[in-house]
């Protein structure tokens, strides 16, 4: 499945606005930042486990283990953003 991927503020510096992403069916959010960490470099730095993320989900906040579908747009960004 084809995902359209974005990050947000402080992410969204380190690793560029949007990407879109091909998932296996049945992937959850947790399983694709664990994915991305596996990229290394700055991926594996601004998205590790140690770092506070959110993750949204079609604009709704979303817990790891949500299933994404296809066609989803996910969104990763720092728990506090500006405007």
């Given at each position: 499945?084809k ?17 879109t992403?091909?998932l ?7 399983a ?11 991926h ?11 993750c949204a989900?079609n ?12 066609g ?12």
């Amino acid at each position: 499945m084809k995902i359209q991927l974005r990050y947000f503020a402080a992410l969204r510096e380190a690793l560029g606005p949007a990407e879109t992403l091909e998932l296996p069916a049945g992937t959850t959010l947790g399983a694709l930042r664990d994915r991305l960490l596996e990229r290394g470099g700055r991926h594996a730095e601004v998205l590790a486990r140690t770092r506070a993320v959110r993750c949204a989900l079609n604009q709704v906040m979303s817990d790891e283990a949500t299933v994404i579908e296809d066609g989803a747009e996910v969104a990763f960004f720092p728990p506090v953003t500006g405007g």
